[in-house]
């Protein structure tokens, strides 16, 4: 079986600071990984995803994840946060062509 | 726009009324898959087609439940009888799936169906 928990149901972080937002998966086979953001009134959408290889992932708007066998984490992180990243954020682990599974988000916001 | 729609945008029915939902896909996509999320979580899997063919279905899919993507091309959910639990966002994703390397594909999502079941 296979589930993710994100830590933290909000984050709250002044613009230029540091994102981290959490996620930690349990999954007995190798996981595919992957984080999405939903903006408001809006569909979800690919941020990155790990699926082999590299454990660094770089995605879209600036945001990276590392993934950490050891730790079972896939953490999402972005150096310095815009006022346009507020959003919901999604962790997700699959392991098979079929079923991808999410985590129950994180709302991201952003102090002036 | 040539993404992922979904029609209606929000539905309010009563209980025990049956509802259907349309989803279009992006027009080369071969995978579709339906979502159900619920306020303050994540999205739930509900089944996925490929092409015409249904090949998945969560348990979470009663018998009240049933999708069919009759062409390969555009899919329809129907819950019969709905109950007040079934209010949520109906959430469809399509994607291009090449090989059995399913999970390199990226998900393309609609902005879902708000279902409110009074």
């Known amino acids: 079986a296979q589930s993710v928990t994100q830590l933290g149901s909000h984050v709250s972080v002044s613009e230029g600071a540091l994102v981290l937002l959490r996620c930690n998966y349990s999954s007995s086979v190798p996981p595919y990984l992957f984080w999405y953001v939903q903006y408001p009134n809006q569909g979800l959408q690919l941020l990155l995803k790990?699926?082999?290889?590299?454990?660094l992932v770089k995605g879209i708007n600036g945001f990276e994840a590392e993934f950490k066998k050891s730790e079972t984490s896939f953490h999402l992180t972005k150096p310095s946060a815009h006022m346009s990243d507020a959003a919901e954020y999604f962790c997700a682990v699959g392991s098979s062509a079929s079923k991808i599974i999410f985590g129950s988000g994180t709302r991201l916001s952003i102090r002036p | 726009d040539t993404g992922v729609s979904q029609d209606p945008r929000h539905k309010i029915t009563k209980r025990g009324q049956n509802v259907t939902f349309r989803c279009d896909p992006i027009s080369e996509h071969n995978r579709l898959y339906w979502y159900r999320q619920t306020l303050g979580q994540g999205p739930e899997f509900l089944t996925y087609f490929q092409n015409e063919a249904q090949l998945e279905k969560s348990r979470l899919l009663s018998d009240r439940f049933s999708a069919e993507r009759p062409k390969g091309s555009f899919s329809t959910l129907e819950i019969q009888r709905t109950e007040q639990g079934d209010s949520a966002m109906y959430l469809c994703?399509?994607?291009?799936?090449?090989?059995?390397?399913?999970?390199?594909?990226?998900?393309?999502f609609g902005s879902g169906t708000q279902l409110s079941v009074l």
């Open positions: 790990y699926t082999t290889g590299a454990t």
């Open positions: 994703a399509s994607s291009l799936a090449l090989g059995r390397g399913g999970l390199n594909e990226k998900l393309f």
